[in-house]
């Protein structure tokens, strides 16, 4: 499932409206109408962050959607600790090269598995 189609399937299930969604959202109900039907990309971090409260989603399962349509990921860095930058530049530097594996024993420890 894409990522506007899971956005669009969990509002119908909810009730919500596209009007409705669009006003929490701060958008157009057209501008959620197209990101639902795949003719725009998908939401920006802060608005998947914000739909996935509203509509009860898994931030991460969306986020993972919405980087794979876009084909890059983009990380807010304004205020970050050290610490988290290095991170950041650590995973930038070695992205393309990092097994499956690796990234899988990277995202286990972010998750706490």
């Known amino acids: 499932m894409l990522f506007g189609e899971m956005i669009r399937e ?3 299930n909810s009730g919500l409206s596209l009007s409705g ?5 701060s958008v ?5 109408s ?11 971090q802060e608005r998947i962050r ?3 409260e509203i509509l009860n989603l898994d931030m991460s399962e969306l986020s993972w959607k919405a980087a794979k ?3 890059f990921v983009l990380l807010p860095t304004g205020g970050c600790s050290d610490p988290k930058l290095r991170l950041a530049g650590a995973i930038s ?21």
Do not use: C
């Open 93 to 113: 530097d070695h992205w393309l090269d990092m097994s499956d594996a690796h990234a899988k024993s990277v995202l286990n420890v972010i998750n706490g598995d």
């Open 21 to 25: 969604l669009a006003t929490q959202l």
């Open 34 to 44: 197209d990101v639902e039907r795949g003719l725009r990309k998908p939401f920006t």
């Open 10 to 12: 969990a509002r119908q």
């Open 28 to 32: 157009t109900k057209v501008y959620v």
């Open 50 to 52: 914000a739909v996935a």
């Open 69 to 71: 349509e876009r084909e």
